[in-house]
């Protein structure tokens, strides 16, 4: 049997180099093997508003940029169904039906909200919105029957949370929700490429991202700024390529075939880290190497992207469309619920009357 992928992103930015490789680059490889019957491609803005509430702005004008990136990197709208999360009613139905299956010690255990919470320093004060998004994300799930759920490593909390949703429900009431799987990125590296500072993660409030939408002169900037290895200090000392942001990105994207083509001094990666970590080999010749690599990957989606940005409007249809669409699945999922709970009480008269008119 075919399979249905749901996955998506919270419009919070332009989308990165960290989402190219933790999970975009895989999305469009899963989109072309012709394995899957549906795949569903979701911007995120009721979650983004779980924690951006009061900068709604920032979400609503991002959308349009995540869609660009999106369709920039090779999702085909013919193919994949792109669509805007607020716009599906029934997400926020099936997420009420779904709160009481889940108790606020389970949401408070999760460890993505956990960090999360810390982060944003909510400290007591955490909205309840916000503690409920991975409910929230079980509806998105769920709604549209989805089995596979490519996601980067920190979103699997969210999909145990959904699984366990998904087998309450279905012990309950009856059995008709998907229980999904993760999918993670099978390169390991990939799984979080580290910000151009070295630091954990590429983010946006950290200021250390190279983005889809780049030109070549500032990911050149970028890379020649990057963090390497501090103790390297002249070309002759050893230098180390553990927790090396350049060596990191290098093993995330550096294919053989690339030393023939820009340098071919070298035949293979374990060559060049080789010869750093002996010493002789400079930082600077490392980072024009991965630039030229960086750039290849970033060209075609670049002038993807110029060609999108000239018709916003067909970028506007597409979502339309799209949205659309995904409303009527999630639309038949949701009547599938209520039947499964008795809800229906319009459509069956017995459900409400049954019982006097037994009488
Ligand atoms: N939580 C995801 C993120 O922060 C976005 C998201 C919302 C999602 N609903 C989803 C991902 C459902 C996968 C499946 O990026």
Redesign the pocket.
Known sequence: MKKTI?????PTGRLHLGHYAGSLKRRVELQNSGEYKNIFI?I?DA?ALTDNFDNPEKVRQNILEVALDYLSVGLNPDISTLFIQSQITELTELTFYYMNLVTLARLQLNPTVKAEIQLRDFKTSIPVGFLCYPIS?AA??TAFNADT?P?GED?LP?IEQTREIVRRFNHIYDDVLVEPKALLPDNQVCMRLPGIDGKAKMSKSLGNCIYLSDSAEEVQKKIMSMYTDPTHLKVTDPGHIEGNTVFTYLDAFCKPEHFEKYWNEYMSLDEVKEHYQKGGLGDVKVKRFLNSIVNEELEPIRERRKEYEKDIESVYKILKAGTEKARETASQTLYKVKNAMKLNYFDNKELLTERLTRL
């Open positions: 749901l996955t998506g992103d919270r979701m995120a979650q994300q998105d799930i759920v996601v979103q969210m």
